[in-house]
């Protein structure tokens, strides 16, 4: 009750946000969606690491709040902080959005995972629906053994930079002995999910996405 009173006090100051929130071309619906919420500089104690941050909740299985993401909208470092690990909530154990994603996944057998909660939001919005992301972590033997509960195979599609791509060939890398397909997507230009489709679009992102699954049956 605790967090869902916090997730209340971030939903209803949404609003202050309106500015970044059109910037990032997010609509109400997705707003509502994934229950986005605000940090005002004014705030509970308890939530005050989380000022002037847009929220994003981070939920378990069953979809109840766990944790929280934030976001900066001032330029401070670092730009995204989440909760405190808890018994509740570990990095390493936990993908966002996967309580939403679960039942997609399960039915394509295959999980994409991202870096960040606006590469999924933008996959989603798009039709994408098995997305999760690792949140500012690799991917780790404990994320995959949770993905294998639903997933065939695993494809990471990390930031096309160069620190995005170190994250994903450590990952192959570390993961090989899952006994799970994993194969890995580089997007053109340094870009993330979230940027490459607002500049080149859904459709090539699908053919980039579809050719990598061609390529892993050869």
Request: charged share 25%; hydrophobic share 35%; aromatic share 14%.
């Given at each position: 009750m605790?967090?869902?009173?916090?997730?209340?006090f971030f939903k209803q100051n949404v609003s202050m946000?309106?500015?970044?929130?059109?910037?990032?071309?997010?609509d109400q619906k997705t707003i509502q969606?994934?229950?986005?919420?605000?940090?005002p500089f004014i705030c509970p104690e308890e939530v005050n690491s989380?000022?002037?941050?847009?929220?994003?909740?981070?939920?378990n299985l069953?979809?109840?709040?766990?944790?929280?993401?934030?976001?900066?909208?001032?330029?401070?470092?670092?730009?995204?902080?989440?909760?405190?690990?808890?018994?509740?909530?570990?990095?390493s154990r936990v993908l966002y959005n996967l309580d939403k994603a679960q039942d997609y996944i399960l039915n394509s057998g295959v999980a994409i995972v991202v870096e960040g909660y606006f590469d999924v939001i933008q996959l989603w919005n798009n039709g994408i629906r098995n997305v999760v992301a690792s949140c500012g972590t690799a991917i780790t033997k404990h994320h995959i053994r949770l993905l294998k509960r639903f997933a065939d195979e695993v494809v990471i599609c990390y930031d096309g930079d160069a620190a995005g791509e170190k994250a994903a060939e450590r990952a192959l890398e570390g993961l090989s002995d899952e006994q799970i397909p994993i194969s890995n997507i580089?997007?053109?230009g340094g870009l993330d999910p979230d940027d490459?489709?607002?500049?080149?679009?859904?459709?090539?992102f699908k053919e980039i996405l579809n050719g990598k699954k061609e390529s892993n049956k050869l």
């Open positions: 605790f967090l869902y009173n916090q997730l209340e946000a309106d500015d970044y929130i059109q910037h990032r071309g997010l969606d994934f229950e986005i919420g605000f940090c989380f000022s002037n941050r847009l929220i994003f909740p981070i939920n069953s979809g109840e709040v766990i944790a929280f993401g934030g976001r900066s909208l001032s330029g401070e470092k670092p730009k995204f902080i989440n909760s405190p690990e808890s018994n509740d909530y570990k990095k580089s997007l053109p490459f489709i607002k500049t080149n679009g859904i459709d090539k």
